[in-house]
């Protein structure tokens, strides 16, 4: 950022509060504004690792595409193993995983009363750094600790069930990623998604087939 990270910031925590395959997540201070931030920082040398891992995985896919085919399956493994690499690389830019959310936070901030995107602090991201506000809140695989909160669990799934349609009718811009640790209940009852690493875009005849499931599902098609 150009100056000393003590100069921004001021730890909260002796060590990483999360940690994931590519960055650890720690809790501090902003100085400037006293607010509270979630840093999520990149772990070194991730780039490289996952060139070679991904043309390792690319020489042997030729092998399993073969393999496929002799086995009479039409399966474009290459294909597939590329796809996966254009993801991994797009999740290791952290200035696109701050655009993302905050278009996520645009598109669904109709739903405030229910779901909440932590703000993004984009003049302190780099591809290596990403600041936002810190969220309070549960994980949703803390079954005790959301009882003992107070918090509805039936009304926690009923909001990621809706948003998470929401994200795949409405404009098909949607979480890819949506595991537990990418989740929080609030204690306000509110469900934060965190992780905007890794997003999908549904086409409108993607959309149409969905809804069409979806319909079907309901009636017991």
């Known amino acids: 950022m150009g100056k000393p990270f003590t100069a921004t910031f001021a730890l909260l925590s002796s060590g990483p509060v999360a940690a994931a395959s590519i960055g650890q997540v720690y809790k501090a ?24 891992d991904l043309y390792i995985l690319r020489w042997w896919s030729k092998l399993w595409s073969r393999a496929a085919q002799l086995a009479g399956k039409d399966i474009d493994v290459e294909g597939i193993i590329d796809d996966f690499g254009e993801l991994i690389y797009a999740e290791i830019d952290y200035r696109a995983e701050g655009r993302n959310a905050v278009a996520f936070g645009e598109e669904y901030k109709d739903l405030g009363d229910v779901v909440t995107v932590p703000g993004i602090y984009e ?26 909160l107070g918090l509805s669990r039936r009304k926690l799934v009923d909001s990621m069930v809706q948003c998470s349609l929401r994200q795949i009718l ?29 997003m999908g875009y549904c086409t409108q005849k993607q959309r149409s087939g969905f809804l069409l499931a979806v319909v079907l599902m309901v009636d017991r098609d």
Do not use: C
């Not at 990149?42 to 060139?51: L, N, S």
């Not at 949607?174 to 009852?189: C, E, K, Q, T």
């Open 170 to 198: 409405d404009n098909g811009f949607y979480l890819a990623d949506p595991h537990g640790s990418n989740l929080l209940a609030m204690p306000d009852g509110k469900l934060a998604y965190l992780d905007f690493g890794m």
């Open 123 to 148: 003049e302190l991201t780099t591809s290596k750094v990403l600041v936002m506000d810190w969220i309070d809140g549960v994980r949703l695989t803390d079954t005790a600790q959301i009882t003992k």
């Open 29 to 52: 201070t902003l100085l400037a504004t006293n607010t509270t931030v979630a840093i999520k920082i990149q772990r070194p040398g991730v780039a490289p690792q996952i060139a070679l």
